[in-house]
């Protein structure tokens, strides 16, 4: 090498067993698929391509894109810009290991210099502009005496913390007091502001526009992709974009490219203007009578027309809630609320002096026009190849919620994510069905031409777990009550044979309560602590008891087959009732289901099993987290065995010990 060059470090430098990790760390273990990985991302982003990688459990994927994006940003030639890189995750979970732990870790390991952030939506943190109107509004603005108290605490607050997001605070404000101070795209004076000096906002943004690294979550991700298609942005340009958990990618791209307008939303954003109950708000506070009458007339009108809609709904609409044409009922609101942002906006140019009032009132009539447009949207169906529908809610507040969502995001992502990004790198421990097939999600998120790479865990499976099929089940489709009376007694058998730690999955909190309220007794018996999700508890909370107790049984319903980490003796045991098919009847899978047989396929063999498959493979991932771990996954449907398809799930499970048992013999 010549004098002053420097060598370009690679990821097996890094990562390999004579590493710079391994220098520091003195139990390191190097793992050859760990560095294939990081091999493969190093060479998608250097030749400007696709990578599509399934790591099993336990190669350590974090580190493994991490490392290559880092020497990639780091590791530019003076006469170039840095790559700018955009690692998004779908868990806060998995984002706080990546911030906290992971990044500060290479940080200081690697001989790089490079700077990577946390970054966090708009709404997150404080205005301080907003936060002193607020202060002095406070009496015309809330009528709660806990309003009243945190907005004194979120003012003394913003004084003294140096980071002003919501993370940084050590009590959850409520909604209508965050929605008054929180910093918000349409009411921003910019540099016009006299405190933007000092913004939060406005310095995590500098910070965001520097870094080489961005942390993102999947939501913001979306919404920035939203956004891109209508000529704004929230991220910066980036030239690569590192997707971890992207199982999760269609769910999420298609809560974010469609469009909803609820009950809620609407008596919510009236109540911002003028409550005449409690004779607050914003139209109050400027003594504009003729808005607040016409605020009090489009309450009434979108109550009325949230009963002619489910009055409709029963008599003309599937029983899904699932419009296939627009709706009848006349528009009335949406001009109404047009006038009404007007009103605000002509009272805002020519009457307000004060630039922060003026911008409040700017702001207001944003998110009218904002409403207005989604539910004109909504009612006409504007939105091309969507699925509309309607849900009710009957609880202590009853709700009505419209939703309108694309039926495919593969063609959306297909131009605006993989057709104007370089490089994007989609990893996940699930995403193939049977042994090596990635065709489905490639299919479903619009991935035409990409590298693929499959690496199986370092993990033994063979001697770590064991998978019980269920044998001599009723079937859950054909005799579902003898199922479920089944159900429990072989919930009873597979929990007493790990004494506890187990977790039980359910693909609905109907059969999950029934089994809960047929077992609390039993579990008493035998002095089992019995967690059960739907009961108001928090998950993390439920997750900490469940650790905490050694002998515990958890019942879970979606959220538990995914993003869970319980290492250790707490967890040996992961009980599956049935197997993951989403509803039939959901208007959206309808749609999607529809549109694969109108292209002559056969929907349930090309999505809905695949898409089941994948959901089975990330609930039996709970069990095995570190090379010390043992236990026994039981599958109670007998479909694994009995139906064609049964050989689908079975391959795309990691290869393990298999026990058919009868309920009757010894175990195993």
């Known amino acids: 090498m010549a004098d002053g060059e420097t060598s370009i470090l690679t990821p097996a430098d890094v990562l390999g067993p004579k590493g710079f990790i391994a220098r520091r760390l003195t139990n390191y273990e190097s793992r050859p698929e760990q560095i294939e990985m990081a091999d493969a991302v190093a060479a998608a982003i250097a030749e400007q391509r696709h990578l599509v990688v399934e790591a099993g459990t336990g190669v350590g994927k974090s580190f493994a894109y991490l490392v290559p994006a880092i020497l990639a940003a780091g590791q530019q030639p003076p006469d170039r810009k840095r790559k700018k890189i955009v690692v998004s995750t779908h868990t806060i979970s998995l984002q706080e290991q990546l911030i906290a732990r992971d990044i500060p870790f290479l940080n200081a390991v690697l001989p790089i210099e490079f700077s990577a952030v946390l970054v966090k939506g708009r709404s997150n943190y404080v205005s301080l502009r907003r936060m002193q109107g607020a202060t002095e509004r406070s009496s015309v603005l809330f009528e709660k005496e806990e309003e009243l108290i945190q907005t004194r605490e979120l003012r003394a607050w913003s004084r003294q913390t140096t980071d002003g997001s919501l993370a940084d605070l050590d009590f959850r404000p409520l909604g209508t007091v965050w929605d008054e101070v929180r910093s918000e795209h349409g009411n921003c004076l910019g540099r016009r502001c006299p405190t933007y000096d000092d913004c939060f906002y406005y310095k995590a943004r500098r910070r965001v526009w520097n870094a080489d690294l961005l942390v993102v979550n999947h939501a913001l991700f979306f919404s920035d992709l939203a956004l891109r298609r209508e000529g704004a942005s929230v991220l910066p340009e980036y030239d690569v974009a590192i997707l971890d958990e992207a199982h999760t990618l269609e769910g999420v791209a298609g809560d974010h490219l469609g469009v909803s307008v609820t009950s809620g939303q609407a008596n919510y954003l009236f109540n911002k203007l003028y409550n005449d109950r409690t004779q607050k708000g914003l139209l109050l506070a400027h003594n504009l009578g003729d808005a607040q009458k016409l605020v009090m007339r489009l309450r009434a009108l979108f109550t009325e027309f949230f009963h002619d809609l489910t009055e409709w709904k029963q008599e003309n609409a599937a029983a899904n809630g699932r419009l296939r044409k627009p709706c009848p009922i006349p528009d009335i609101i949406s001009p109404e609320m047009y006038t009404l942002s007007s009103m605000i906006r002509t009272y805002a140019e020519n009457q307000v002096s004060q630039e922060e009032q003026k911008i409040e009132l700017v702001a207001a009539a944003d998110r009218i026009d904002g409403l207005a447009l989604s539910l004109a949207g909504w009612m006409a169906q504007r939105f091309d190849d969507s699925a509309y529908w309607v849900e009710e809610t009957h609880g202590r507040i009853p709700?009505?919620?419209?939703?309108?969502?694309?039926?495919?995001?593969?063609?959306?992502?297909?131009?605006?994510?993989?057709?104007?990004?370089?490089?994007?790198?989609?990893?996940?421990?699930?995403?193939?069905?049977?042994?090596?097939?990635?065709?489905?999600?490639?299919?479903?998120?619009?991935?035409?031409?990409?590298?693929?790479?499959?690496?199986?865990?370092?993990?033994?499976?063979?001697?770590?777990?064991?998978?019980?099929?269920?044998?001599?089940?009723?079937?859950?489709?054909?005799?579902?009550?003898?199922?479920?009376e089944a159900c429990i007694e072989r919930i009873k058998r597979y929990i007493l044979h790990t004494d506890g730690r187990a977790f039980v999955l359910f693909t609905s909190y109907k059969m999950l309560k029934g089994c809960a309220d047929r077992l609390t007794g039993w579990c008493a018996e035998h002095n089992y602590l019995l967690l059960t999700q739907g009961q108001g508890q928090n998950r993390s909370l439920m997750l900490d008891r469940f650790r905490q107790d050694g002998r515990a049984v958890l019942f879970g319903t979606d959220t538990f087959w995914q993003g869970v980490d319980v290492p250790g003796d707490a967890l040996q045991n992961v009980i599956i009732t049935k197997l993951p098919f989403s509803v039939p009847d959901h208007p959206l899978l309808e749609a999607r289901v529809e549109r694969i047989r109108e292209r002559g396929g056969n929907p349930f063999m090309e999505y809905q099993v695949p898409e089941a498959a994948i959901k089975l493979r990330q609930g039996f991932g709970r069990l095995i987290r570190s090379r010390t771990d043992t236990g026994v996954v039981a599958i109670l449907d007998p479909r694994m065995r009995t139906k064609y398809y049964g050989r689908i799930f079975r391959e795309s499970l990691p290869d393990c010990r298999v026990v058919v048992d009868d309920g009757v013999g010894p175990l195993i």
């Open 399 to 484: 709700s009505v919620s419209l939703y309108c969502s694309p039926i495919e995001v593969g063609p959306t992502l297909r131009d605006e994510l993989f057709g104007k990004i370089p490089s994007v790198i989609l990893a996940s421990a699930t995403l193939s069905v049977g042994r090596e097939d990635f065709s489905f999600f490639r299919t479903r998120v619009g991935l035409t031409k990409t590298d693929e790479v499959k690496l199986g865990s370092p993990f033994d499976y063979k001697k770590q777990a064991t998978l019980i099929l269920a044998d001599r089940m009723p079937d859950p489709t054909e005799q579902a009550r003898a199922f479920e």
